[in-house]
């Protein structure tokens, strides 16, 4: 079975500072690895992913993922934050290969609180 | 978006009552999942679906029934509500090609249960 550790449930930072997202995986088979976000009283969208190929991924707003094998992490990144990233941020990982159905493993959460 | 309504949005019910939630796609995608999402605990998958009528448990499947009758809506019924049911319920959708892993997500219903 496969496990996710976001290891910080809160975190709070200004404006216009970098921020780093913490997630840790645990898992015996190769897994692909998400992550979503969810803006307040709205459902869950995706952020980024990594299946293959660079170890570094982006999202068109400015995040970036890297996965880290070696480290089972998949810590997610922004070198300059605005108001509007205030969200929760979900870490997941599902089986590589498409033999589990697509079914996510999800972790607990962190809510990114971006301050003036 | 993804295409994917769920109903109702919001939902107040009674111990021991039953209760079905809905979730609709215009994807006609093949994966249809429900999640509960609490503090603390991110999202737990409760139960999916691969095709019409193919469904097996998830995570946190007790207590819980769905069904699938056709491709478009997976229903999450709860036979007899308990507190611990509480939580906000988000359906979920994924395309059956190969290579293709990410799931779009519903906007979610809010169940409380008293």
């Given at each position: 079975a496969q496990s996710v550790t976001q290891l910080d449930s809160q975190v709070p930072v200004?404006?216009?500072?970098?921020?780093?997202?913490?997630?840790?995986?645990?898992s015996s088979v190769s897994v692909y690895l998400?992550?979503?976000?969810?803006y307040p009283n709205q459902g869950l969208q995706l952020l980024l992913k990594y299946l293959s190929g660079s170890t570094l991924v982006e999202s068109i707003n400015g995040f970036e993922a890297e996965f880290n094998k070696s480290q089972t992490s998949f810590h997610l990144r922004k070198p300059s934050v605005h108001i509007s990233d205030t969200a929760e941020y979900f870490c997941a990982v599902t089986i590589a290969g498409g033999t589990s159905y697509g079914k996510l493993t999800f972790g607990q959460g962190t809510i990114l609180t971006v301050h003036p | 978006d993804a295409g994917i309504t769920q109903s109702p949005r919001h939902k107040v019910t009674e111990t021991g009552t039953p209760v079905t939630l809905r979730c609709h796609q215009t994807e006609n995608h093949r994966y249809m999942y429900w999640y509960r999402q609490d503090p603390g605990h991110g999202l737990r998958l409760i139960h999916y679906?691969?095709?019409?009528?193919?469904?097996?448990?998830?995570e946190v499947s007790d207590g819980y029934s769905v069904s699938r009758s056709k491709t478009e809506d997976f229903l999450l019924t709860l036979e007899s509500a308990t507190s611990s049911q509480t939580s906000v319920y988000f359906?979920?959708?994924?395309?059956?090609?190969?290579?293709?892993?990410?799931?779009?997500?519903?906007?979610?219903?809010?169940l409380t249960v008293t």
């Open positions: 200004f404006e216009e500072a970098p921020v780093e997202l913490r997630c840790n995986y645990s998400f992550w979503y976000v969810q | 679906s691969y095709g019409v009528k193919d469904t097996d448990k998830g359906c979920a959708i994924k395309e059956g090609s190969s290579g293709t892993y990410e799931q779009y997500f519903g906007p979610g219903t809010r």
